[in-house]
């Protein structure tokens, strides 16, 4: 949701990090945190051998976020978490809510979330992944799903964590939109961990995203409906993984034509030292399987990290994204392809930093 007029939050906000974590006299508390993705980089985007105006160098601010959690007791809680962007060829700076969501912990197994909060599972993967300040995991990335939305969510762990679940009712237009519609969406994932490290994960997405709107002139055609899989291993300095999605009618819902989507992504990263690691990651997609048969996109990224101290990440970074079979496929790095095919090519200096 983009606030116009956000300088006296914003004030407030940062008037609180500057005093630091706070415990009051009756024991409520107080918690400050932020985090920042930025990156200096080149930019070359090709769609039919024609340059985009996006190319060039610059410094892009793509992610700060600012979250402020007060505790009222062990149980009730809420937070608010503001999300600031600068990408540099938008030509604007935005300040919108992500987060802002009324807490009820009744135990590890079962905790509630009332307004707009964590969808089951982008956020999931991103943690497992490491790698979101880098890119977006890749149905965020093809935009087929999203991280956070308005509604309902309960989550919990059980089993001594070997199982952990999460489910959200939501108004489906994603949270930078609470509009109301005629009915509301449902996400859904559970988790196994059989062994320490290994993470097993299935998950799905149904609704109208938010287009079911009384009176309008649209009305809806079909339902989204999304399924995901996950396989991870987190170990010490490992972290591999593999994730599945399938989609169908996610951008026709209302349009007469059915369509489906799928695509897989591998990633892996090392880090040989406390101070230095590699990383890389493979997507493979097809958006549009009924349409638009012959369209792919296939996805790269390569990287060297480096970790100079606690809460701050440097890496340098080489992506790459393809698209051909004729037509454009909608990416967290713009529109990508074109009647023949569309190259995308950045490299540069990623940085991720938290407080």
């Not at 009915?183 to 995203?209: I, N, Q």
């Amino acid at each position: 949701m983009q606030i116009k007029n956000f300088v006296a939050p914003v004030a407030s906000v940062l008037a609180i990090a500057v005093a630091g974590p706070a415990l009051a006299a009756d024991g409520e508390s107080t918690i400050v945190a932020g985090r920042m993705f930025a990156d200096f980089s080149n930019i070359d985007l090709k769609n039919d051998g024609v340059e985009s105006t996006a190319n060039g160098t610059g410094i892009d601010v793509k992610r700060f976020y600012l979250a402020v959690t007060h505790n009222f007791d062990d149980i009730w809680s809420v937070n608010v978490t503001s999300d600031f962007n600068y990408v540099a060829n938008d030509g604007e700076t935005q300040i919108f809510i992500k987060k802002a969501y009324l807490q009820a912990k009744l135990s590890e197994a079962f905790t509630a979330r009332l307004g707009s909060a964590d969808l089951p599972w982008v956020p999931f993967v991103e943690d497992i992944y490491g790698y979101r300040w880098v890119e977006n995991v890749i149905i965020d990335r093809l935009k087929f799903g999203t991280s956070a939305d308005w509604g309902v969510n309960v989550n919990g762990k059980a089993a001594d964590g070997m199982l952990n679940y999460s489910a959200s009712v939501v108004n489906g237009a994603g949270y930078k939109n609470p509009t109301r519609s005629d009915s509301m969406d449902f996400e859904a994932r559970v988790g196994f961990v059989p062994v320490a490290g290994l993470t097993l994960a299935v998950g799905g997405y149904s609704g109208k995203l938010g287009k079911d709107i009384n009176n309008s002139p649209t009305p809806t055609q079909h339902t989204a409906n999304r399924f995901d899989a996950l396989v991870a291993y987190v170990q010490g300095p490992l972290r591999a993984g593999a994730e599945y999605f399938q989609a169908k009618n996610w951008n026709n819902v209302l349009t007469p034509a059915s369509d489906k989507a799928d695509g897989e992504s591998v990633w892996a990263s090392y880090n040989f030292t406390d101070m230095w690691g590699v990383f890389g990651r493979y997507d493979n997609a097809k958006t549009s399987k009924d349409l638009l048969p012959n369209l792919k996109d296939k996805y790269f990224n390569v990287g060297l990290v480096n970790h100079p101290r606690k809460n701050i990440d440097l890496a340098l970074v080489y992506k790459n994204d393809k698209v051909d079979g004729g037509g454009v496929v909608a990416t967290s790095n713009g529109n990508i392809g074109g009647v023949r095919d569309g190259k995308y090519d950045e490299v540069g200096v990623w940085a991720q930093v938290q407080f």
